[in-house]
């Protein structure tokens, strides 16, 4: 069955019978930026993983590496690429750490980021800042503005600029990240996207954004609804980095034919392998690539699902006429230069949070942004629903 914008905003969504055991009709979920559903065709990859390994038993590894392929190409799909190299890993933190152990940073000890990165790069870049690497953090509210920030941070002490192309914590998009790897490429720097608030919730083209030859980092845990353990590392063609962290699955690949003495990568993916993991993520993520094939589920299909989506939740939040000092979203910034989900800010955020939670509505918070994330699966009418008992919610929480 292939899915036409318009049924998916009708009660019940028919979309919403796939994901069953999730009970996505019967409950309010709008949690879809850290975490959507998932179908109940990811149930049976998951229990095809066990099966296999029975019968198998270490034998599984081929038909293991088989689902892994499947991976690669579902994600090479949402990217557009042509001809890049997808690493697989658990999470993103372990591919960002062999991205970074790659980078040449004796000779170029500094990296240019913004302050809006999620947890794992913020972390982990201030923990290098503490042994002597030079971290510059630009700005990253507004948006707008933030490649040309980055672009006058680049020079040639710079080894890589490492930025999202939508921001986790206001949902806005970067604009013009194909002039900031121009940039790079003039400096010899490297120049690493994290896509992960972008796959399947805003189109993202290699191609059209001008970005073949950088790196990508991201991951299936939100839009994609492909679970834990399914994240990658999209490497240009011809990549030659030798990573410092690297695992011995690298030499399952081909070897460098002028290794010599020193330690051998396997080519394309394997360059970036780390070593053996539980491969259940990768059946059940096959599993779901599938679906979404299936049913016709695009990104350019999900990006006006969501925009609608978001619609209908800015539309209704704004009829509740609540006291900004109490809850606020921004609209300076237009609805279609944001991503898949709505910030609302309130210094309640967490009771809020919990008061909703109580009422039957899951939503999300970081700080005082409250987080209301749609999903393809949920209709209008939960949507206002959900925003009606938020109104409900605030008012107990803040009484005029």
Known sequence: ???????????????????????????????????????????????QAWLDAAEYLDCKWDRAF??????????????????????????????????????????????????????????????????????????????AAVSERLINAVNDRTAAVMVSSVFFQTGEIVQGLGDV??????????????????????????????????????????????????CFLRIPAHCRMRPLVTGWFSEFDLLEEDAGKTVQYGRGPARFAGSTYDPTSHYRAAAVFDFFQTHGLTPRLLRKVGQHQVGVLAEAFDALDLAPSAISRN?????????????????AAREICRALFERGVHTDYRGDALRLG?????????????????????RSVNPV
């Open 1 to 47: 069955m292939i899915f036409f914008p318009e049924l998916l905003f009708q009660d019940p969504n028919p979309l919403a019978q796939f994901y069953s055991r999730f009970r996505v009709g019967e409950r309010l979920l709008l949690t879809g930026h850290s975490h959507q559903a998932w179908p109940d065709c990811g149930f049976d990859g998951q229990q």
């Open 66 to 143: 088989k689902m892994a392929e499947r991976v690669r190409r579902g994600f090479a799909r949402l990217l557009d690429n042509v001809d890049g190299d997808i690493a697989l890993g658990a999470n993103t933190h372990e591919l960002v750490v062999r991205f970074l152990s790659g980078l040449p940073l004796v000779s170029r000890p500094r990296i240019v980021t913004t302050d809006g990165e999620f947890h794992s790069l913020r972390r982990q870049l201030a923990r290098i800042a503490e042994e002597g690497i030079e971290v510059v953090r630009v700005e990253s509210v507004p948006a």
């Open 181 to 230: 790897f121009r940039k790079c490429r003039e400096t010899g720097a490297e120049l690493l996207v994290d896509a992960y608030h972008s796959l399947n919730a805003v189109p993202f083209s290699l191609r059209d954004d001008r970005l073949n030859d950088a790196f990508i980092v991201g991951g299936g845990y939100k839009y994609c609804q492909l679970g834990e353990g399914n």
């Open 331 to 347: 609209r300076n910034v237009p609805l279609n230069a944001i991503g898949g989900f709505l910030v609302l800010r309130t210094p």
């Open 374 to 394: 749609p999903a393809p699966y949920l209709s209008d009418r939960q949507l206002k629903e959900a925003v009606a008992i938020l109104g409900e919610v605030v």
